[in-house]
């Protein structure tokens, strides 16, 4: 990564100082800006190598296991309990309004547009993404890398395309997993536990939510995914020495990746709404 | 090199270039200069080592050789073509003809030692999977490995075999430059002195070129037929070339310039002393930022 140098205040004094200031939140944009354009180039090289040459099974096989069947267990038992833990928050206020048969339509509607795919990025970019980046930081910092390249193999070819066609080919699955398991949960506390009749739970549920809704979190998944294999292994490689560099790394890898993924969640949230009303111009349809 | 008209020595020499060219090499990290208008050239067969000191830049050349460090100033040329303006397939392809020892060896911890060991031969040739086998246990009987560590991961072994496995493996695919990072770091002096043997017997293999980066006076005086001795940039005086030393070992010895006396001999002189002094300097200068930003 580029890194602009800081200027040194040419002047003592309060204007100087100033000066200094303000000529470094020049060379922080540049950082900025550099960082991302860094990013940006990891990721077309990426896509460019998994055209350029198909990948070895016994390679992408391992990576599969690890990202999509090791992520199961934990996005299937988060996804559970978010379902839940709506029930219960919009329980009182549906309840106030004598709506509580609506709780279905609300919940299920949130899991799979919102919290489902948010859930399961957010468990692959904490559970994956961190020991990517400290598995290929470990590489770095040992030299692994630069002798897959001293003999002439291309590191991204190896290293970074398994594990983007991982988390991009698998997240899907870990969303609706966590979309299954969070309508299990909902309907088991809302009906079980609040007595919420449960022919009226599932025909208000299937009233508003529709195939394009699990669609548009299943879709957006897809960008959560390469995000988070795209910055993981990106930190990884840009991983500075020692220990504590492969730290740092790990803890960049999921704070960036969560970052980046709520930020995409709003642009696709709001690009996705105009694809609905371009399709569906009757208006967006009305809980309450 | 310069040619003239007059000496047909130096245009067939002009004719056919070397096999490594460094040319005026100058990296620099931020703003933290490393090396300043090195030039070496490297005919086939030689066996060059680089000494000095810690942070003097040796390791940094050595990949500037190979392409991995992208240096800010001067060229790499193997015969005769630049690495720095080469495409990276072209890149890729010419480091087959490079073997790279690295200082810790640098296997992967992935896979087994057979699979380290037959990694360039899988990537580069179509040689059938017996025949690498083959080839794979040829490699771990020439550095002295039994054939059980094949099934081993890198952490199994210790730090000599895994030093010889990854010489193995940079032997894979019988380079013409074979490179070694301080080969000899680490290691017990019964095990530096095989690996120093190790290094002879590859140099006696056909159309091998040796460089050996290092710090130990043994390997250089062992291995060598010229030494280069690197000096740090911020020790030297202005205007002095970086290379302080270039001869055979023989000359290495006999020189009576005080700062590769202190290294051959290896007495630390004053060097305390300095350390502490540019350690206070470097602390003033800190605390002076810090107060300019407060």
Request: proline residues 5%.
């Amino acid at each position: 990564m580029a890194t602009a140098a800081p200027v040194p205040s040419a002047s003592t004094g309060l204007t100087g100082w100033l000066a200094g200031q303000v000529a470094n939140l020049g060379a922080g944009a540049i950082d900025l800006v550099a960082g991302i354009g860094d990013v940006a180039i990891f990721a077309l090289r990426t896509v460019g190598w998994i055209f350029a040459r198909p990948q070895r099974r016994d390679v992408l096989i391992p990576n599969f296991y690890r990202i999509g069947v090791m992520s199961l267990p934990v996005v299937a038992l988060t996804g559970l309990f978010i379902g839940m833990v709506l029930a219960v928050q919009s329980y009182a206020q549906f309840k106030a309004l004598g709506l509580e048969t609506r709780l279905g339509s609300v919940i299920n509607l949130s899991l799979v547009r919102e919290l489902g795919p948010v859930l399961a990025a957010t468990m692959l970019a904490g559970r994956v993404g961190s020991a990517m980046a400290a598995e290929l930081g470990t590489m770095r910092v040992t030299e692994q890398i630069d002798a897959l390249e001293s003999m002439g193999a291309n590191p991204i070819y190896y290293l970074v395309v398994p594990r983007f066609l991982g988390c991009l080919i698998l997240i899907p699955s870990l969303t609706v997993m966590a979309d299954f398991m969070g309508v299990l949960g909902g309907y088991f506390y809302s009906h079980v536990l609040l007595g919420i009749d449960h022919h009226h739970y599932w025909a208000n549920s299937r009233e508003y939510v529709d195939v394009f809704d699990f669609l548009m979190g299943v879709f957006k998944s897809l960008f959560f995914g390469s995000a988070i294999a795209l910055v993981s292994c990106h930190h990884g490689f840009h991983c500075e020495h020692g220990a504590e560099g492969v730290g740092r790394a790990a803890t960049n890898a999921f704070v960036h990746s969560f970052v980046l993924i709520l930020v995409l969640d709003l642009f696709l949230g709001i690009w996705l709404n105009n694809v609905h009303d371009f399709f569906r111009p009757e208006g967006p349809r009305r809980l309450l | 090199m310069t040619a003239t008209v007059t000496a047909p020595a130096a245009t067939s020499a002009e004719a056919t270039p070397p096999l490594l060219r460094v040319e005026a090499l100058g990296v620099r990290f931020g703003r933290q200069e490393v090396l300043r208008d090195i030039s070496i050239d490297l005919a086939a067969g030689d066996a060059l080592v680089v000494l000095g000191e810690s942070g003097c830049g040796k390791t940094v050349l050595l990949k500037s050789m190979i392409g991995l460090v992208k240096p800010s100033a001067g060229d790499v040329q193997f015969e005769g073509r630049s690495l720095l303006r080469m495409s990276d397939r072209h890149l890729a392809h010419l480091r087959t003809r490079y073997g790279f020892v690295f200082q810790g060896a640098a296997l992967f911890d992935s896979l087994t030692i057979a699979e380290n060991v037959a990694f360039p031969l899988r990537e580069h040739t179509q040689i059938p999977a017996a025949e690498i086998r083959r080839i794979t246990e040829s490699l771990v009987d020439e550095v002295g490995l039994s054939r059980s560590v094949l099934a081993k991961k890198p952490v199994e072994l210790s730090g000599g075999m895994r030093k010889r496995a990854g010489l193995a493996r940079a032997l894979a695919l019988d380079p013409n430059l074979v490179l070694y990072d301080e080969p000899t770091t680490g290691l017990d002096p019964i095990m530096s002195d095989v690996i120093n043997e190790l290094i002879l017997r590859v140099r006696r293999r056909p159309n091998v070129t040796s460089v050996v980066v290092t710090h130990d006076m043994h390997t250089a005086r062992k291995v060598a037929d010229r030494v280069i001795m690197l000096y740090p940039l911020f020790r030297l005086r202005p205007g002095e070339p970086q290379i302080v030393f270039d001869g055979t070992p023989a000359e290495l010895d006999r020189s009576t310039d005080p700062r590769i006396r202190q290294f051959v001999e290896g007495r630390a002189g004053g060097r305390l002393m300095e350390l502490r002094e540019e350690q206070a300097l470097a602390d003033k200068a800190a605390a002076g930022d810090e107060e300019e930003t407060a």
